[in-house]
Structure formats: structure tokens, C-alpha cells
């Protein structure tokens, strides 16, 4: 014969019941990737003599240096979506998009990321920040970034720019977050092309 459970057994076992069924039901997080979406007719910079190019980074904000995708409201308000989160980091994704956006746009395999060939000598040296992205579904993504281009040499800077880019966010849902975010990188990958072309070389 079976002893029947006491009053406190029954309850541990209904409340680890419940709690196994509520662990079973949390949906997975679904995770998305940057994209390069450059091809070598959409930009309009010019051809850069094959020059050897180091990206020797892309400084990402620190509110999107995370793995949730970060969504803005008015008032200055966040969203940080728990279910809904990049796959790589973008403080490597992100540089790893613009490098090959600025491979296609210029038409060459000669563009390296620093950490991948430190000991490489460049002509151009091209540092970028992307100091914010704020993404407010339903209306735009908007980044904005600074960039310095350097000869290959230390100590001499080229060109220095500054830009915001604007990117339409009709849909609410975060896949067209990640869309606009590669799209935005597009846009900054553009400028950086047309800068780099008309660079002068040695």
C-alpha cells in the first residue's frame, strides 16, 4: 500500500509541477546576423587603385554592445528584447560587415580587419566610431559615426569625416531591425568608399 503524500509533499510537488511546466513553455530566443549588402554597382566611389586597406576598427556604442537587440521609445526609453538577440557580437559582426561592404565597393580583396592580420603594412589605416543607433520600430533606425583615414605610416591623417544615416523602420517586429542595421552599415560603408577612392595615392 502506498502512503499517501502530506499536506506539504503535495504542495512541493505541485508548485516543481508548475514550475517545470512554466520552464517548458518559454519560447526560444530567436537570433539574427548582420549582413554586408554591398554589390560593386551600387557605390559610387570610384576605383581605389587596389590599395591595401586595414579597418582597424569599428567602435560600437556601448548600449548595443549586448547580445539583446536594443530598441529606443520616446522619452529616452529602452527595450532590451530577451527573446530576440544577435548571434554574434557586434563589436565583431559590425566590423566584419563594414570590411566587406568596402571589399565589394572598391573592388578589391586587399581589405583587412587589424586583428585578423596585425602584422600587415597598409597604405590607408581606417578607423571608425559609431558613436549612436537608436532604432524606433515602426519609423527608423538612425546611426551616426565618425571615421579618420590615415596613411599606412603613422601619424598622417588623410581625411576625417562625419555622418548620420537614416534607415526606414516601418515594420515593429526585430528582424526589421537587423535589416535596417545592415542597411545603415551599407550607407556608412558608401561614405567610407568614396573617401578612400579620393584619398590620394602614393
Known sequence: MKTPLSPLSLSLALFAAALLAACGSTPPAKLYTLEAQATATRSAAAASGKRRIELV???????????????????????????????VPLKAEVPRVVARNLARLLDTDTVWLRDDFPGARPELRVQVAVERIEAYPGQQLSLEASWIIRDGEPGSTQRVGRATFNEALPAKDQAAVATATSRALLALSEALAREIAASPQR
Open 57 to 87: 576598427g569599428v567602435r560600437i556604442p556601448d548600449l548595443w554592445d549586448r547580445p539583446q537587440i536594443v530598441t529606443s521609445r520616446a522619452g529616452g526609453e529602452v527595450d532590451l528584447d530577451e527573446f530576440n538577440r544577435w548571434a
